[in-house]
């Protein structure tokens, strides 16, 4: 039994199932004599047809990665543009003091100047320099962040967060009261990263807390389904509404009066999206912050447990 189209049919079998065949005709008839048969010849289409869906798949699936990778290069060309803008500002206004500084230092020490002038002078050089290899080791952090491409394994939060924390100087007892608040999950995370995201925020922590306080970090995990957010809380000097739109943006300071370059939360977010998370904030001034990212589960069937 034949069903379809004039060159493409259906060719049914007893049995129901359908062929697909392509069809064509030769009429039969004597030389410049009437015609008194027709031969019709069916191809087989089957195997031509499941091909050609295969190639179309091949196709959509090839157009869907290369979609993927150019909106990839382009985010990474965005960024790489935004750095090399921000070097061309932010990293010369060191050199520029240290310019200044070196000229005053010149002219005063031409017409006789005091061992303090000197010293002070010299001073401010040191400190602008000092500035500037910051700016120019965390640019070039954030260009790593952004170009390498890592892996992701399990990692137990708990004991990596109580292994970094025992690390830096800053974070000791004696500095600062940061405490783990129950158990932390195990994340799919690349453990370089993680260790840029999460002392980052503690350095943060402890840093921007009013002159005298101890500052205070509280560590913990809150189940979100797949996904799990650790919280970064601290007693610190709190941000202004206003500002916290721009916080995880590159050479964004918030304040003059703490020393930093600008570029720490810009990394924060960059190695959590890397490894297909979120970051966010919640900060009131005078109130402390509460920062935190989100990661996914190692095993999702553990969430709520």
């Given at each position: 039994?034949?069903?379809g ?11 129901g ?8 005709a ?83 020490a ?13 001073r ?10 910051k ?13 390498l ?36 999950p ?7 990263l993680?260790t840029?995201?999460?002392?980052n ?12 306080v101890?500052?205070?970090v ?45 570029i ?13 998370g ?28």
């Amino acid at each position: 039994m034949l069903a379809g189209g004039a060159n493409h049919r259906l060719l049914l079998t007893r049995d129901g199932a359908e062929i697909p065949a392509g069809t064509s005709a030769a009429p039969i008839r004597q030389p410049d004599g009437p015609l008194f048969g027709v031969v019709l010849v069916f191809r087989d289409l089957a195997e031509q047809r499941k091909a050609q869906q295969v190639l179309e798949r091949s196709k959509e699936e090839l157009e869907r990665l290369v979609a993927e990778r150019t909106a990839k290069l382009q985010e990474m060309i965005n960024e790489l543009q935004h750095v090399s803008y921000a070097i061309t500002h932010d990293m010369r206004a060191p050199l520029r003091a240290m310019s200044a500084f070196a000229d005053m230092l010149g002219e005063k020490a031409a017409t006789g100047a005091t061992p303090a002038e000197t010293q002070e002078y010299c001073r401010r050089i040191l400190v602008a320099a000092e500035r500037l290899d910051k700016l120019i080791l965390d640019a070039l952090q954030y260009n790593k962040t952004v170009l390498l491409e890592l892996p992701l394994e399990p990692v137990d939060l708990s004991n990596f967060t109580s292994d970094l924390i025992k690390t830096y100087p800053n974070f000791q007892p004696d500095k600062a009261d940061i405490r783990i608040e129950g158990p932390l999950p195990v994340v799919l995370a690349n453990e370089a990263l993680l260790t840029q995201c999460l002392s980052n925020l503690l350095r943060n922590a402890v840093k921007f807390v009013a002159s005298g306080v101890r500052p205070e970090v509280r560590i913990s995990a809150e189940d979100r389904g797949a996904m799990t957010r650790i919280w970064v809380k601290d007693n610190g000097i709190g941000i202004p509404a206003q500002a916290q739109q721009r916080l995880f943006k590159m050479f964004q300071r918030l304040t003059h009066d703490y020393e930093g370059t600008g570029i720490g939360l810009a990394i924060v977010r960059k190695v959590v999206e890397r490894m297909g998370g979120n970051v966010g904030a919640e900060s009131e001034p005078g109130r402390g912050s509460r920062f935190w990212f989100e990661l996914r589960l190692a095993d999702p069937r553990m969430h709520g447990n």
